[in-house]
């Protein structure tokens, strides 16, 4: 058994400011990489930038991060990264703005390596420029993995490409969370609950990295009946919101994610579903297939979510995210690439079978 995550982590009210020396150790030049408005409002890009200011550390920022960061957008930025002369990358935001931030990182160390190729197996590791993360969303938890999704619009392809790019240095602040709309909160906050479950249903789940996924949902619990109200989330769970992302990216840095995540990207490729509900929309069916390969890994989720069965379970997911219509064509060609996907297919305790896909896809949308 082994547990492994090297990122310098911080999870507490103004941990930009109060660590502000770590932040500037970091490098002499920094590149930020963050979208178009969301850091402006909730002041995280304010919080750094006050930093590097002070520590007199020259910057560029990149506001141009969309969601589900194409290979266009990170070779774009890792040439201006490149020509501005930086050593270090900070990526502020969600997934997106934090993924992205990691393959620049990549590119800026190997500028031989075209953006276009990222997805492509290197024939050994890479190096990469160092990474601070700065999430500004309760669920990729991208700031505790070493995984970074990026789209190839090109060849249509939504995946996470073949570098471990842990970031250097996180820092995590509930606070950023208060402008964000309660519909984002709940969004985010369902792919780390995916993020956790699948941790758990995972083939490479040991005693050593469960410790991560089963706090997770301990703490995911305390906050459900507050995702489900119709009332706005009360500030007070900002930090435990944080705190519970970041340790269901702790969890999926040591198994990976599973077949939720594997059947989600052809939703949010093709269909436009934003990442979270794409994988929430196949969790409950996912789960309902494990409890018949290891039944007391699902008894266990559903007692630390204060659930009483899977049924139980997928209730709470529809009232959450409701459910997806896609036709019935696009259905089984989602269904027929996803039999065909081992890498995530090969980590689901006691095999799955192609019957099981289907019945998850069934499940699990709505066919029109």
Avoid at 33 to 61: C, F, I, W
Avoid at 168 to 192: E, H, P, Q, R
Avoid at 264 to 279: C, F, I, N
Avoid at 286 to 307: M, N, Q, S, T, W
Wanted: glycine share 6%; hydrophobic share 40%.
């Amino acid at each position: 058994m082994r547990f492994y995550v090297p990122t310098d982590i911080y999870v507490e009210k103004d941990c930009v400011k109060s660590h502000a020396p770590n932040l500037l150790a970091v490098g002499k030049r920094a590149f930020i990489m963050t979208g178009r408005t969301s850091a402006k409002k909730n002041g995280s890009l304010n919080d750094v930038t006050e930093v590097l200011d002070a520590g007199h550390v020259p910057y560029q920022v990149f506001d141009q991060v969309e969601e589900n960061p194409s290979t266009d957008t990170v070779g774009n930025a890792a040439k201006q990264a490149r020509e501005f002369g930086v050593d270090y990358i900070i990526g502020i935001g969600g997934g997106s703005a934090i993924d992205a931030a990691k393959a620049v990182a990549l590119l800026l160390a190997n500028p031989n390596v075209l953006a276009d190729n990222l997805h492509k197996a290197p024939e050994k590791p890479l190096d990469h420029a160092p990474v601070v993360a700065v999430p500004t969303t309760c669920g990729t938890g991208s700031e505790a993995t070493p995984v970074a999704i990026i789209t190839n619009h090109k060849i249509h392809l939504k995946k996470s490409i073949p570098h471990r790019i842990f970031p250097a240095l996180a820092l995590v602040d509930g606070k950023y969370l208060a402008s964000a709309k309660k519909a984002l909160i709940i969004n985010t906050a369902v792919d780390a609950l995916a993020h956790m479950v699948e941790s758990i249903l995972n083939v490479y789940s040991n005693a050593f990295n469960r410790m991560c996924p089963e706090y997770g949902l301990k703490l995911w619990s305390e906050f459900k009946d507050a995702l489900l109200s119709d009332s706005p989330v009360d500030g007070s769970l900002y930090e435990k919101l944080m705190l519970t992302s970041t340790i269901a990216g702790m969890s999926i840095a040591h198994t990976s994610t599973s077949v939720p995540h594997g059947m989600s990207y052809d939703l949010t490729l093709h269909q436009g579903v934003p990442h979270g509900p794409a994988v929430g929309y196949f969790l409950a069916a996912y789960v309902e297939v494990c409890e018949k390969k290891v039944p007391e890994d699902v008894k266990r989720i559903l007692e630390l979510l204060g659930l009483k069965g899977t049924a139980d379970f997928a209730a709470m997911l529809e009232r959450l995210i409701g459910k997806c219509k896609v036709t019935r064509k696009m259905r089984d060609q989602f269904a027929a690439s996803m039999k065909a996907n081992r890498s995530k297919l090969d980590l689901v305790p006691g095999g799955i079978t192609p019957e099981e896909v289907d019945f998850i896809y069934e499940k699990s949308l709505i066919t029109e």
